[in-house]
């Protein structure tokens, strides 16, 4: 909803964010696959860390037994322990190699999961929640936050796992050869530690803060496309350039606050490192003086301490990556597991078979906390017949035939369809027995064919063909298919743009038809376009809405004259019902409505 | 500045020469941030040398002989000979390195990361300009999606090897160094040291030819994904209408499991490639070992000279490892850094391509003689759409522009407003050529079908940062009819304060057309063009509209394509065009008597009322 303030936004968000282990274990659950075969994965990840771990104890071997061997170099031995090491090395890699191919593996069948879970929610979400947060977002989730995980699910988690081994395997050596010295250098990496992990809340905070302006970027950078033309037109593109990149810098900023704050944390280790290292030399020293440590333990410890160190940092600089990673993550999760406010009935009513009505009982209906939009609705719609919806814009029609389609649910009261409730329905009931057509002729890419298909998902191509052909017989839109380039394997461009307006809707009342609905809303489907096909239009719809029961927001003095029923709203309240006739010798609201009409069409 | 700009992001030779050239833009975009972190990452170099050393000195003359109960030594022997103190300075001296370090690191890595962070911005930068400097018709040509992509991932991709480049760069000092000490001491461990480097060299070229095509082939899948997603959150309302969710989320699904086995495809190949560089060090370190063996047993060097080059190879591997980073994040970057440089080189518009001024006085005259109008899609030629078009708006005058769907109406519209160029013949505006008026947007103003309403108040959304006053910006809104609505609007702020969500959300589609009629009109343009600008307003208000231009006479010439009959009959003049050409010109009235396919095109209405009593009658 905030556009205005996308920072607070995102820092609001923060706080109601879930922990690691709950993302995690939420994370796990959408995508089982994460945790398939991960025992074995991070055993033979241990095998390769492992290995990894011999080679420094090679190199001492070569040292001392074969370099420093008192009978001189002894070559035949270093051949032979380095014959072992390129082995070890060797096996090493290709275990490796396994090890990342099967989180690669993984890690993709994972992600591709989340993304088909977040995106088949966004379409449960309703129609308002849709609307209120901003589409290129849920795009961004999808798509940015997604990605921003791979490397986490590829490698980087696993690896956190086999370092976090490694330090132990080492600190497990430290003891073994002085218990006081590895406390001493655990000791001096507590603190450092304490602090590090404290930065990370902030740390995720300022990703997270990244990630939503980036939304917001994405959105504004949509908005901007959509206007190049009125850009362009009125010589306002550095304004608008502008604006996207007074966005860009804010994120950059953000970003480098971001990049200070990990490279201090990162610091703290290395700085942990040194300081580790003196301290183990100065208390080890003193324990060596009162003959309690030989100097070789003290000796090995710098190299030891060395050992321990690697991989905690590296751990520290990936909880940096893992921190953008899980605010990823947890956006998708997020989605995923966002309320779906139109919820689908745990035990569902069926509608009656056969022709039925629709009842609008004492229906009313508030969007967050605005204004009421209906203050109270009631009527009915008897079955087979057409009701017409007139008033201004704002009056709350287009509310009205929302909540018929149950695209979402009223505030309070009742929309009831052959006598059930829509919120005992099935979607799939609802949907097959119930068509909108809606505003928008939307159109998805691809061919006239590929768009019917939407009405008849189950129809067989050859079948789907030949209902089509039919539809448009029985619409009387076949001349109209003949013009198109390619009939009914016409491309219709993105957002169905490549036709106009109304040969959109055609495509719309053909899809509808195709569904043989019982009862049918019509949201404003007859706004302007060339006479021709308006015609083909309004003979279509005549022909859709024969002996159905019907919805339709009216704009033209024609549908209204046409339907059985007229319903006058004005600012949310239904100031009249009737028939067309009735209320024209009533003298009241539509018949002043209609004298405006007939004057402009005889115009 | 364009050329520079096409320059800065021209990418062209060799595979090393373009990923030379993605390294340079950066280290050029962010010149201070790369150096001053690569100078931090060159002083930590040396400080590894030096914690190394003062490691072994502290060992042999603090450690050994204070537990030996020997005298301490070195530098330590001269300021103390208590033990204790001796291993306190040491202690220190290490917390003290350990400092440095860690400053160093905070300079390198933040400093570091603001470079990237810069890189990154200007990328997008780039991709923000391009916006509105891309023809027309390659917006259409192109997805909304690819610009996004380009904007989000690709601007992050590209920037991906210079997170090492820093410490690569500042690291090679320690590599250079370590390498001379090496040839020194003895050539035959130098050369065997050296073979690590062409065999990194190797691998990564193998690994660039590689993965390449597939990282491509995933960047293209990933693209089709948020291309669908797009899509389908967009027609939201319809998917829902249809009950189509189901299929929406199969038709995601299969794309999205292309995208799947291709990334895995691209992770198979780095899951090689990442464990053989981590193996090269040791590999040779294990061959160091052998020539080592056999030069001390001949007596060549000595067995502290073999530790120390196993020490050395280390250092050396540490710059050739984060060249493998930063070759390895190549292939992906290189593809990136081509997508978003297709789209700076296709941004050829130019913001004012004018230099004529023209006086601001009364209504506009516009002409097209024998006009050829073209789309340029950006990418190639520019497809010739309307041929031959000559007509002429009158000062002052209403013309409307008749014809089918795809007769070539709108590209008129958008010569007129230097949209869409002529590639032969001439537009005018006052007798002037088009193309070189200058601030033609004070003249000609364009609303088109699609309203452009972004997520601001009102005030922004009709001024678009203009300075009017809101007195103005009121008159704009009552000439467009929708000041009602405005004063009624109360959403984050009051009447021109109000917020419009994005893409004007919160607004129907007749509103959201008005408020851009009112954004025209606030500019008091001298020619107003309504591509089809009034399609979702109720008829009433339209003709409310249309009439409130003309009626106070000094209103713009307006050139209007409309589909409704009332709208065409308040036009001045009919221009009836067909297939990319004019077919006639003249009053309604004329056009009516004189040419049959304009009658039939606009008495569709009336014919159908006609049928429609006939048939009443048949029944009655």
């Avoid at chain 1, 939304?215 to 350039?241: C, F, K, N, P």
């Avoid at chain 2, 189509?244 to 198979?268: C, I, N, Q």
């Amino acid at each position: 909803m905030s556009t205005t303030a996308p920072g607070a936004a995102a820092a609001q968000d923060d706080e109601a964010r879930m922990g690691v282990r709950q993302t995690f274990s939420r994370g796990f659950a959408i995508s089982p696959e994460l945790r398939k075969g991960l025992g074995v994965t991070l055993l033979l990840a241990l095998v390769a860390a492992s290995a990894r771990a011999t080679i420094p104890y090679l190199t001492q071997r070569v040292t001392d037994d074969g370099l420093l061997a008192e009978a001189g170099v002894n070559v035949n031995l270093v051949h032979w322990l380095v014959a072992g090491g390129a082995v070890v090395v060797v096996i090493s890699m290709l275990v490796e190699w396994r090890v990342r191919r099967r989180m690669v593996i993984a890690a993709e069948a994972g992600l591709a999961t989340l993304r088909k879970r977040a995106f088949h929610n966004v379409h449960r979400l309703s129609v308002l929640t849709q609307n209120s947060e901003q589409r290129g977002r849920y795009v961004s989730r999808v798509t940015g936050d997604v990605d921003t995980m791979r490397d986490l699910m590829q490698w980087t988690g696993a690896g956190m796992v086999v370092a976090a081994m490694e330090s132990t395997v080492v600190f497990v050596v430290m003891a073994l050869y002085s218990w006081q010295l590895a406390l001493v250098v655990v000791g001096c990496y507590v603190p450092l530690l304490v602090v590090t992990l404290r930065i990370q809340p902030v740390i995720r905070r300022a990703f997270s803060d990244i990630r939503a302006r980036m939304a917001d970027l994405l959105g504004r950078t949509s908005e901007q496309l959509v206007g190049v033309a009125t850009i362009r037109s009125y010589g306002v593109q550095e304004r608008m350039r502008t604006k996207l990149r007074d966005e860009i810098d804010g994120i950059a900023q953000r970003e480098r606050r971001a990049s200070w704050l990990a490279s201090a944390s990162f610091s703290m280790t290395a700085f942990g490192q040194s300081f580790a290292t003196g301290a183990a030399l100065v208390v080890g020293t003193a324990l060596g003086v009162r003959g309690d440590l030989s100097v070789g333990t003290v000796a090995a410890f710098a190299l030891l301490v060395y050992m321990f160190s690697g991989p905690l940092m590296w751990i520290i600089e990936m909880l940096a990556e893992m921190q953008r990673a899980m605010v990823g993550w947890q956006r998708v999760i997020e989605l995923v597991d966002a309320p779906t406010t139109v919820a689908e009935p745990t035990t569902p009513t069926p509608i009656p078979d056969g022709e039925v009505d629709l009842t609008v009982d004492s229906v009313r209906l508030t969007y967050d906390d605005d204004e009421e939009v209906l203050k109270g609705i009631s009527l009915t719609v008897p079955a087979g017949k057409r009701l017409a919806l007139v008033g201004q814009t704002g009056s709350g029609k287009t509310s009205l035939a929302r909540l018929l389609s149950r695209f979402f649910d009223p505030t309070s009261g009742e929309i009831r369809v052959g006598g059930v409730d829509v919120r005992d329905v099935s979607f799939k009931q609802l949907r097959s027995r119930l068509a909108v057509v809606p505003q928008e002729g939307f159109l998805f890419e691809g061919s006239v064919l590929d768009n019917l298909l939407y009405a008849r998902p189950d129809t067989d191509p050859d079948g789907l063909r030949e209902a089509a052909r039919a539809a448009f017989v029985e619409l009387g839109l076949e001349p109209w298919l003949e013009t198109t380039a390619h009939g009914l394997d016409t491309q219709v461009g993105a957002r169905g743009e490549l036709l106009s307006a109304g040969e959109r809707q055609l495509i719309g009342i053909a899809r509808a038809y195709l569904r043989d609905p019982d009862v049918l809303i019509l949201d404003e489907a007859t706004s302007a376009v060339d006479p021709a096909t308006e015609l083909r239009i309004s003979r279509a719809l005549e022909l859709l809405m024969k002996g159905r029961t019907s919805v339709v927001i009216a704009h033209r003095l024609s549908t209204a004259e046409r339907a059985d029923i007229v319903a006058v709203m004005d600012s949310g309240e239904l100031v009249e019902l009737g028939p067309h006739d009735e209320l024209v010798a009533a003298d009241g609201p539509y018949a002043r409505l209609h004298r405006a009409w007939v004057a402009q069409t005889r115009d | 500045m364009k050329g520079a700009r096409r320059a800065e992001y021209e990418l062209s030779g060799s595979y090393a020469a373009k990923s030379l050239h993605v390294l340079g833009h950066a280290l050029r975009t962010s010149p201070g941030r790369f150096g001053l972190s690569i100078g931090a990452a060159g002083v930590f170099g040396v400080l590894t040398v030096v914690f190394g050393s003062v490691l072994g000195l502290i060992v042999d003359q603090v450690v050994i002989p204070a537990i030996g109960g020997e005298p301490i030594r070195g530098w330590w022997g001269e300021r103390t000979q208590d033990p204790g103190t001796a291993v306190m300075i040491a202690g220190a001296v290490f917390v003290g390195i350990g400092l440095m370090n860690a400053v160093l690191i905070v300079i390198r890595r933040g400093v570091q990361g603001g470079a990237v962070a810069t890189v990154g911005a200007r990328h997008r930068t780039v991709v923000a300009d391009a916006i509105a400097a891309l023809p027309l018709g390659w917006h259409r040509a192109n997805p909304a999606g690819r610009m996004l992509s380009a904007m989000s991932s690709d601007s992050e991709t590209a920037t991906n090897p210079l997170h090492p480049l820093a410490f690569t760069v500042g690291s090679f000092t320690m590599m250079i160094a370590a390498g001379y000490r090496l040839v020194i001491m003895d050539e035959w461990m130098a050369l065997t040291a050296m073979t690590v480097v062409p065999a990194i060299l190797v691998i990564n070229v193998v690994y660039e030819r590689v993965i390449s095509p597939l990282w491509d082939a995933g960047q293209s899948l990933r693209a089709e994904v948020s291309n669908i997603a797009h899509e389908s959150f967009e027609g939201g309302t319809v998917v829902k209408a249809l009950g189509a969710e189901a299929r929406e989320s199969s038709r995601f699904a299969s794309k999205v499991d292309g995208l799947r086995d291709a990334d895995t495809r691209v992770g198979a190949v780095s899951s090689w490639f990442e464990p053989l560089m981590d193996a090269m060090v040791p590999l040779s370190s294990l061959a160091i070992m052998v020539v080592g063996a056999h030069r001390a047993a001949a007596g060549a060097v000595s067995v502290g000279d073999v530790v120390t080059a196993i020490y050395l190879l280390a250092l050396m591997a540490v710059p050739i490892r984060g060249v493998g980073w930063v070759l390895g994040q190549m292939p992906s970057a290189l593809v990136s850094f081509q997508r978003i440089a297709r789209i700076s080189a296709a941004a050829t518009e130019v913001d004012e391509p004018g230099h004529v001024s023209v006086p601001r006085e009364g209504a506009g005259h516009i002409a097209f003689k024998s006009a050829h109008v073209a789309a340029d899609d950006g990418d190639g030629e520019p497809v010739i759409i309307v041929r031959d078009v000559s007509l002429e708006l009158h000062p002052g005058t209403v013309t409307a522009l008749v014809g089918a769907t795809g007769a070539g109406k709108t590209t008129v519209a958008l010569a007129a407003a230097r949209l869409s160029r002529a590639v032969g013949g001439e537009v005018l505006i006052d007798h002037t050529d088009i193309q070189v008026v200058q601030a033609l947007g004070s003249h000609v103003a364009l609303v088109p079908q699609t309203a452009f309403v972004f997520a601001g108040t009102v005030r922004e959304n009709i001024t678009l940062g203009e300075d009017f006053s809101d007195d103005d910006v009121w008159t704009a809104l009552r000439r467009a009819a929708v000041d009602d609505l405005v004063s009624g609007l109360n959403h984050h702020g009051t009447g021109l304060d109000a917020t419009l969500e994005e893409r004007g959300m919160n607004l129907s589609g007749g509103q959201r057309q008005r408020i851009a009629i009112a954004r025209a009109l606030v500019r008091e343009p001298r020619v107003l063009v309504l591509d089809d600008a009034t399609s979702a307003v109720d008829p009433g208000v339209e003709q409310q509209i249309l009439a409130a231009l003309r009626a106070d006479g000094a209103g713009p010439t307006v050139l209007l394509i409309a589909y409704r009959l009332a709208s065409i009959v308040l036009a001045d003049r009919v221009i009836h065009v067909h297939d990319g050409t004019v077919v006639d010109a003249g009053s309604h009235r004329e056009l009516l008597a004189r040419d049959p396919g304009y009658r039939e095109l606009v008495t569709a209405y009336e014919i159908d009322s006609q049928q429609r009593r006939d048939e009443a009658g048949e029944v009655s």
